[in-house]
């Protein structure tokens, strides 16, 4: 079992910056995918970056390249999510979840833990 405490939202201006922390219990999470997903009200539940166990491979959606890093450190079992020039549709909740299978993927259905999300209010 996993299981998973985000922390790191607020409020922030367009273009502003957040950092998010999940912190994890469970002595295998270093052996798990782990993603940050954001859902806005009324809509899906939308992917935004994932780190392999590893720790060398990472993967992002489209519209945070370049402005959202995602790391883990292993020994404190906490994933952080660096989100950068925030623009205000990325208004949303935050979730941080894991995935035991050792396999990318952006499918939010796939990953098997997750946390209860943080609450992230970018104005313009």
């Known amino acids: 079992q996993v299981q998973l405490v985000e922390s790191g939202g607020g409020l922030v201006q367009a273009g502003g910056s957040l950092r998010l922390s999940c912190a994890a219990s469970g002595r295998t999470f270093s052996s798990y995918v782990m993603g940050w997903f954001s859902q806005s009200r009324g809509k899906e539940r939308d992917f935004v970056a994932a780190?392999?166990?590893?720790?060398?491979?990472?993967y992002y959606a489209d519209s945070v390249k370049g402005r959202f890093t995602i790391s883990r450190d292993n020994a404190k079992n906490t994933l952080y999510l660096q989100m950068n020039s925030l623009k205000p549709e990325e208004t949303a909740v935050y979730y941080c979840?894991?995935?035991?299978?050792?396999?990318?993927?952006?499918?939010?259905?796939?990953?098997?833990?997750w946390g209860q999300g943080t609450q992230v209010t970018v104005s313009s």
């Open positions: 780190i392999m166990w590893s720790d060398v491979n990472t």
């Open positions: 979840a894991a995935k035991i299978l050792r396999i990318w993927t952006p499918n939010p259905r796939d990953y098997d833990y």
